[in-house]
């Protein structure tokens, strides 16, 4: 899967851009505050229509312009496609090949993108809230079906919301019955997709990190024991919200369930939230990306593309190397921020093109 180019207008601090990309590595380089992320952005949003910043659609439309436009070639199993979205005020818009987006099945899939940042780093020793929302996209990227049934469970959550509010004991017991249906099916995808990349996560992070030190994802649902989702997670929900009734009712809102759903991202069988230094943080989140790619590669089979946001950073010499040296095994391309193209190791990495970017503007370089 490849990116061959991209036009943006009026996004972020970009009036106009058109970009040839190339096919293995791309370099965007410039100071801070330049777009360099926006470009990323830009990409990312051809595949998910979302910010991998977590901004909303007003954040991303240039200020005091009415929309903003992204469009790009995208190419898959050599069939080339045009994507074109538009973000305005009222909402977003995407056409694939000059045809309107109808269902999600139409625009989801013709690009695949994995982020790597500092802000990704951060989900190793923050709140469950954003490891959640990586297992979530993560699952996605392979599962369209995910997606739909992720928007099914919080249609009911928010049904079931509304009734909890206005006091409404009579109507609750059939959205309780169907909340614990839908998220039992989410446990249980959840589960899986652990289960399938828990082992790339350890054999990742044995090659970053070097012997000794088993990762490992341990599924974390509020409240429950995954055994108990195991043998029936409707059951184990359906007990969950029983257990809750009262202080739902008093609290006017569903305080249990899926979408409090943790994971634990563990070495030698300690949390590394709590226990880990920063550099078997940043080595994990760079196994767990490396999965990622691993597993989609597997199930759609051609590599996603590769977001890496100002990594350099981050990454000492050695896990640099480590991360050249699986991407030079991959077919895959390549999208790299830097502040400083010096810096960069792109060790046997032939074919590059690279960007320079300023005040909005990108010109080969
Ligand atoms: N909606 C917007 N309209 C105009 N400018 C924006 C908007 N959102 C962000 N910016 C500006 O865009 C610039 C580029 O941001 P970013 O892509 O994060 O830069 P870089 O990654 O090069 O550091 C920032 O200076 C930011 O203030
Ligand atoms: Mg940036």
Redesign the pocket.
């Known amino acids: 899967m490849f990116v061959t180019k991209i036009q943006i207008s009026s996004f972020?601090?970009i009036a106009g851009a058109e970009i040839a990309f190339d096919r293995r590595f791309n370099v965007l380089h410039?100071a801070?505050?330049?777009?360099?992320?926006?470009v990323l952005e830009a990409i990312y949003l051809l595949g998910t229509m979302k910010s991998f910043r977590m901004a909303r659609t007003h954040?991303?439309?240039?200020?005091n312009t009415p929309y903003s436009v992204v469009r790009g070639w995208a190419e898959k199993d050599r069939v080339g496609r045009e994507i074109a979205l538009y973000l305005g005020r009222e909402g977003r818009k995407a056409r694939v090949d000059q045809k309107p987006v109808t269902r999600l099945a139409d625009f989801f899939g013709n690009v695949n993108a994995v982020v790597f940042s500092p802000e990704e780093i951060a989900m190793a020793r923050s709140g469950p809230d954003l490891r959640r929302r990586y297992l979530d996209r993560a699952i996605f990227s392979g599962d369209l079906g995910y997606l739909l049934l992720y928007h099914e469970y919080h249609r009911l959550l928010k049904q079931r919301n509304a009734l909890l509010k206005r006091g409404d004991r009579a109507g609750l017991e059939v959205w309780t019955e169907q909340l614990a249906e839908a998220g039992s099916r989410l446990m249980t995808k959840r589960m899986a997709y652990l289960a399938a990349v828990e082992p790339l996560v350890r054999h990742f992070y044995r090659e970053i990190a070097g012997e000794g030190e088993e990762a490992g994802l341990a599924y974390h649902p509020l409240s429950l024991r995954p055994e108990e989702v195991v043998r029936d997670g409707m059951e184990a929900l359906l007990r969950l919200f029983a257990g809750h009734a009262e202080e739902e009712l008093r609290r006017g809102t569903t305080v249990v369930g899926p979408q409090r759903d943790d994971v634990d991202f563990v070495l030698n069988g300690r949390v590394i939230r709590n226990h880990g230094s920063q550099g078997q943080q940043r080595s994990f989140v760079l196994a767990l990306k490396m999965a990622e790619i691993e597993y989609l590669e597997r199930i759609h089979g051609a590599p996603p593309v590769l977001l890496l946001d100002d990594i350099s950073s981050e990454l000492d010499r050695q896990r640099n190397a480590n991360l050249m040296a699986f991407l030079r095994g991959k077919t895959m391309q390549v999208f790299i921020?830097t502040t400083d193209i010096t810096t960069l190791r792109l060790e046997g990495i032939a074919t590059h093109a690279s960007f320079h970017?300023s005040r909005g503007t990108v010109t080969p370089s």
């Open positions: 972020r601090n410039g801070n505050g330049q777009g360099k992320t926006s954040d991303l439309i240039t200020w921020t970017v």
